[in-house]
């Protein structure tokens, strides 16, 4: 139905700056939200950030900032800009989408594979 793929991980050193892509492909009705979200070993995955489908975004505090989520005018693929990176940033960084398949039918939600950010002092 919906397929996402991340890229733009990597190492880099802090305060340095990463920027993470995720393609959705699919045949669809529409994508409601996208988001990333991340999970460090041996910690739950929580949210970075989202942006629905009018372009309104929602951060986690500990990202304000320094991370901006955007997309590209189809609507189809999100980025997350990543500035001033610290240590504690270091993750696996998942992208998830919400969507329907039909105008009227249920919302589902997928997750991409997760790209490794890794961010060293």
């Known amino acids: 139905q919906l397929q996402l793929v991340e890229s733009g991980g990597g190492l880099v050193q802090a305060g340095g700056s990463l920027r993470l892509s995720c393609a959705a492909s699919?045949?669809?009705?529409?994508?409601?939200?996208m988001g990333w979200y991340r999970q460090a070993p041996g910690k739950q995955r929580e949210l970075v950030a989202t942006?629905?489908?009018?372009?309104?975004?929602n951060y986690a505090n500990f990202v304000k900032g320094r991370f901006t989520i955007s997309r590209d005018n189809a609507k189809t693929t999100v980025y997350l800009q990543m500035n001033s990176l610290k240590p504690e940033d270091t993750a696996v960084y998942y992208c998830?989408?919400?969507?329907?398949?039909?105008?009227?039918?249920?919302?589902?939600?997928?997750w991409g594979q997760g790209t490794q950010v890794t961010v060293s002092s």
């Open positions: 942006i629905n489908s009018g372009g309104r975004t």
């Open positions: 699919g045949r669809i009705f529409s994508i409601n939200v």
């Open positions: 998830n989408a919400f969507f329907q398949v039909l105008r009227d039918g249920p919302i589902y939600d997928v």
